[in-house]
C-alpha cells in the first residue's frame, strides 16, 4: 500500500487549496477513505472521511461547510478541497486508509495558513 499527498502550501487566511492523495498497492475503490491533519503540539484528528459505496461524506465540526472530500476511483486518487481557510487549519495534512485491519498513511503535505 502506498499513499502519496500533494498540494499543500502557504495561503493567505480566506484563501483555498486541493489536496491531492495518489493511491497504489490495493483496490482503491472499495476502501473508505479519510483525511487526518496534525498541528503542531496536538493529537492528530480526522477531518473528513468518504465511503467506497456511494460516496457517503462525513466532516470534523471545524470544516464542515469548508471543506469537501472527493474521490476519483478511475485513478486511485482522494481529493481534499479546502475554502475560507483559517490559521487554526494549519497543520500537515494525511490521507489514511484502513487495509487488512492495518492503519497506512501517507508522508503527509503541510498547509499553513498565514498573513
Known amino acids: 500500500v502506498q499513499l502519496v499527498e500533494s498540494g499543500g502550501g502557504l495561503v493567505q487566511p480566506g484563501g483555498s487549496l486541493r489536496l491531492s492523495c495518489a493511491a497504489s498497492?490495493?483496490?482503491?475503490?472499495?476502501?473508505?477513505m479519510r483525511w487526518y491533519r496534525q498541528a503542531p503540539g496536538k493529537e492528530r484528528e480526522l477531518v473528513a472521511s468518504?465511503?467506497?459505496?456511494?460516496?457517503?461524506?462525513n466532516y470534523a465540526d471545524s470544516v464542515k461547510g469548508r471543506f469537501t472530500i472527493s474521490r476519483n476511483n478511475a485513478n486511485n486518487t482522494l481529493y481534499l478541497q479546502m475554502n475560507d481557510l483559517k490559521p487554526e487549519d494549519t497543520a500537515v495534512y494525511y490521507c489514511?486508509?484502513?487495509?487488512?485491519?492495518?492503519?497506512?498513511w501517507g508522508q503527509g503535505t503541510q498547509v499553513t495558513v498565514s498573513s
Open positions: 498497492g490495493f483496490t482503491f475503490s472499495s476502501y473508505d
Open positions: 489514511n486508509v484502513l487495509f487488512r485491519r492495518s492503519n497506512y
Open positions: 468518504i465511503t467506497s459505496v456511494g460516496g457517503i461524506t
